[in-house]
């Protein structure tokens, strides 16, 4: 095959395949019964043609008698006025007339038998037509039904055009949606931890100090659950101190008044400023550690050899 004959081929190929894509059924039906009605209209024309041809012999057969006849006479009248050249003449022309009658009688027949033949073939026809036309709108009928019935079961299953692009118009909401809500999850945790606190204006100075004030109270808790704790603690060890129990009791005073001070310090960081408490002295202190007052050395005490003031 020549490359000619195969280009040729692929063209007639591919515009047999747009002609197919593009015809429509319903369309080719009313065509084909547009064309059998022109047909059925000749033959009507046709019948109509050769009736007429076969009136026009009918009238010339009925001129052509009516002149026989008046030769005839006109013979008959010339023999009796004794004139037998002229009725040789008048049954001479009669002889032609009776010939074009003949030929003319032969015509109307062939004329009549041929209007008989078109007359049955166009009722033929008309009863074709008249199949072909019902048999179209039922074909027709049943295409768009279903035509119908395929789009439904299209948008049914999401395969149709239309169809597939709201499934897609949707998946592209949704995806938008659920991207949106992570979005102001995420703004919201970060305004929570405080990490936007800069982007979202002027912040609230009185719940600022709310939380301020929130958070000491948690501060002061703690503390007052520590000291609790101490003081709870503090009497078990001096019940289990030896006869050395003196300086251990100084020792652990000096250390509660040493946590005492740095809760007092850390108190005085973390809440607002407050005018300073009166001073305890030695016996108010060792109480609130739970020391006995009996174990602390008085003021008139005065020290031995060799200790220090």
Not at 138 to 148: D, H, M
Not at 204 to 212: F, G, K, M
Not at 289 to 302: E, F, K, T
Request: aromatic share 2%; no cysteine; glycine share 6%.
């Amino acid at each position: 095959m020549s490359v000619m004959k195969r280009v040729s081929m692929i063209f007639r190929a591919k515009a047999n395949k747009a002609l197919d894509r593009m015809e429509d059924p319903r369309e080719t039906l009313d065509y084909s019964y547009q064309t059998q009605l022109e047909l059925l209209q000749k033959v009507r024309r046709g019948v109509a043609d050769v009736a007429t041809s076969r009136k026009r012999v009918e009238l010339q057969m009925n001129q052509l008698e009516q002149s026989s006849n008046k030769l005839d006479k006109q013979a008959r009248d010339a023999l009796s006025a004794g004139r037998e050249d002229l009725a040789r003449e008048a049954l001479s022309r009669k002889s032609g007339v009776q010939g074009q009658l003949a030929d003319l009688q032969t015509q109307y027949t062939s004329l009549q038998s041929e209007e008989e033949k078109l007359t049955s073939a166009s009722q033929r026809l008309q009863a074709k037509v008249d199949a072909f036309r019902t048999k179209k709108e039922t074909i027709k009928a049943t295409y768009t039904a279903a035509e119908a019935q395929t789009r439904i079961n299209e948008a049914f299953t999401g395969i149709s055009e239309e169809m597939g692009d709201v499934g897609m118009a949707i998946q592209r909401a949704e995806d938008k949606t659920a991207q949106m809500q992570a979005r102001a999850g995420a703004i919201d945790e970060l305004m929570a931890s405080g990490a936007l606190d800069d982007l979202g204006g002027r912040r609230d100075d009185i719940q600022a100090e709310l939380d301020q004030l929130s958070a000491n109270s948690d501060v002061e808790s703690e503390l007052r659950r520590l000291r609790g704790e101490i003081a709870a603690s503090a009497p078990k060890q001096l019940e289990g101190s030896g006869p050395n129990g003196d300086g251990q009791g100084q020792g652990q005073a000096q250390s509660a008044q040493a946590q005492s001070a740095q809760a007092q310090s850390a108190q005085a960081q973390s809440a607002p400023y407050a005018p300073p408490a009166p001073t305890q002295n030695p016996q108010q202190a060792a109480q609130s550690a739970g020391i006995p007052v009996s174990d602390l050395p008085s003021a008139n005490d005065q020290p031995q050899d060799g200790e220090g003031p």
